[in-house]
């Protein structure tokens, strides 16, 4: 796939769609992004996915996880492990289950919004700083989203431009291919 094909794809997309959305968005290239993930993976339902937000908002599974579920996620995880090594030994689930909320569906589900909205503190591995505006930038793009999402012709476009994406050739690409190169092309833009 023709990576320089595809970041002109993501420009031309950011700017049909940033007509919907104000300045400085936080929403805009995680919709972007996570439209496209969704398309390429699962062949539309681009307004059921990006409105089912119960997985960002923390899904009821997250509350009802084992104490065990929850120290597992970040043993298994090294990065993790040495951020919060302390609360692990003392086995802390007063400052892990949170955390853990804000971290499982970023690093765990991989939401692709979610992977969007904080890639600056998964690129640099600031967790503490994830977990700590993981409530306030959520609502924040939510609210973003729900305003598109009221103007006339938002959906109509975001869907134009995740069908437009299958002619990428993405169809002959995993889900995790179909990630990395957006991933790649969305921090050149």
Known sequence: MDEKKLVAFLRQSRDILSDFFPAASLALLP??????????????????????????????????KPAEFVLDFFVARPELKAVYEEQISNRDLRTLRPAFRALYPVLGLQDPFLEKLFSAELKGHDYRRLVAEFRPRLEAALVEIRAAGSRKDFWKTLE???EESLDLGWDLLTDDQVRELLKRAMEKM
């Not at 969704?38 to 997250?62: D, H, S, Y």
């Open 31 to 64: 919709v972007i992004f996570s439209s496209l993930v969704w398309a390429a993976t699962r062949r539309g339902e681009v307004k059921k996915k990006i409105m089912e937000m119960k997985v960002w908002l923390e899904a009821e599974t997250l509350k009802n």
């Open 160 to 162: 134009g431009v995740a």
